[in-house]
């Protein structure tokens, strides 16, 4: 029997999975705050008020902006799109190099248009 | 073949779009599957609000607004669900992937990774910190 | 003595075009198999209906079927657990040649390909020694008993037969990790391919219905680390 081509799978894999740790560690503490108690008024402090934000990230939290940015955001992307590119496999709606470059292309792109925000933010002050 | 006549006549079915429908623990694995897709929304509201941040004050107090809608937090309670029920399968995946430690221990290890992350968000944006 | 309605799925190739369903009523009590009530349908009321069994004791693997939609060993099911109506089929996602009989073809194949035998250079009539730990490293993927009921349970081979499946990529981890085995190589190009361990989401059915609880699923994904691993240093070679 010959050999089967090498799967570039171990690539989407592995972004898969740290985004997965990612989505289980980071996120429902997250969720929980930014998502639930701030907007309902739950969280009674000034530190989510702008010009707090602001001085969070000029006081040292610059290059933790970026790590936060890649795990709560980047990674994540591409754990979704690597479900949602084998679900759409699984629901039999198409399953192809198209769908692959759409699924892992548009992690890609809100990826650096994140870490564009935090750069940029970064770099304001 | 060498007989003559060849009586075989294999019936093969096809796995039909609905086949996950068909039992509970197809179901379960398809909502494990769709956690991703309130994650999805979450990732889009940080994004919006990340924003909203390199812009000014304005933007950042539209964002909270934006925030405050019942459907977006009915979403994010969603999401927080998600991650969850997300957090519970993926834990106890990846013992099995990696037994790096007894299932237990590695089980209990990263709901306190969880927990402690929790916490500490809370503290931070409670202002605590 | 309980009666007990099955409904058996049957298909005869030379008269069907599709299976149907056809209702027995068979006597049991609670030692009866779900086997032994086919056996009873056989013998006593349609002498025509195809099945495979051999041993009776969970070791032959040749007794596979649905039982209400789940992959069972038919003589390790028994009817003191169902109380309505039971529904046996062949196993599902292979082709049906007879009644509960399937072509079991396409799944020996993908057990042939990744090698399944010990791979060394080593002859000679010494014994092979190995100790406990190096036992213990593969033992709990040696006990496959190659019934099929995984494949039946992964919708994953369901939606592409070439995917090699839980069983044969359960074999290729036991004998990757045996410590008298270097025949590894020789093996991930299978597992490296996209119908190899790429081809699972660990939907992880196959480990709730294995019969030995191998926990294929487990083994697939370990699999993957390997494949992974494989992948890196393929990078660094010219």
Known sequence: MSSPKRSDEPVWWSLFSAGGVCFAVFLPGLILALGILWPLGLLNSSVLQYAQLLSLLQSGYGLTGLAFTGAVICLPLFHAAHRIHHGLHDLKCGYSSATKLLCYGTAGLLSVLALYFTLSLLLKY | MNTPVSARKPYQSKLSRSWWLKHNYYRLYMLREATVLPLLFFIGCLLYGLYCLTQDAAHWQSFQTFMQQGWVIALNLLAFAASLFHAKTFFALFPRVMPLAPAWLMISGQWLATLLVAAGVLLLFGGWL | ?238
């Open chain 3, 1 to 238: 003595m309980t009666e007990y309605q099955l409904l058996i799925q049957r298909y005869d190739p030379e008269h069907d075009n599709e299976p149907r369903l056809q209702r027995f009523t068979v006597p049991g009590d609670h030692t009866t198999s779900m086997l032994d009530a086919l056996l009873y349908v056989q013998q006593k009321l349609d002498v025509t209906l195809g099945l495979r069994w051999s041993c009776r004791m969970a070791i032959c693997g040749s007794c596979g079927v649905m039982v209400n939609g789940i992959p069972k060993l038919g003589c390790k099911t028994f009817l003191r657990d169902y109380h309505s109506e039971i529904v046996i089929e062949p196993l599902a996602h292979f082709a049906v040649e007879k009644d509960l009989i399937v072509d079991m073809t396409q799944f020996l194949a993908h057990l042939s390909a990744i090698k399944p035998y010990l791979i060394n250079d080593y002859s000679g009539t010494a014994m092979h020694k190995q100790t406990p730990a190096q036992l213990a490293k593969y033992q709990q993927f040696s006990n496959c008993i190659n019934c099929g009921l995984c494949y039946s349970a992964c919708p994953q081979f369901g939606l592409n037969p070439e995917f090699l499946g839980p069983a044969a990529i359960t074999l290729a981890q036991r004998y990757n990790l045996d410590s008298r085995d270097n025949g590894k190589a020789a093996r991930m190009p299978q597992l490296n391919g996209k119908n190899g361990a790429w081809g699972c989401t660990f939907v992880g059915f196959c480990s709730d219905v294995c019969p030995k609880q191998l926990d294929p699923a487990a083994a697939v994904n370990q699999a993957k680390v390997e494949s992974a691993k494989d992948f890196i240093i393929s990078m660094f070679k010219p």
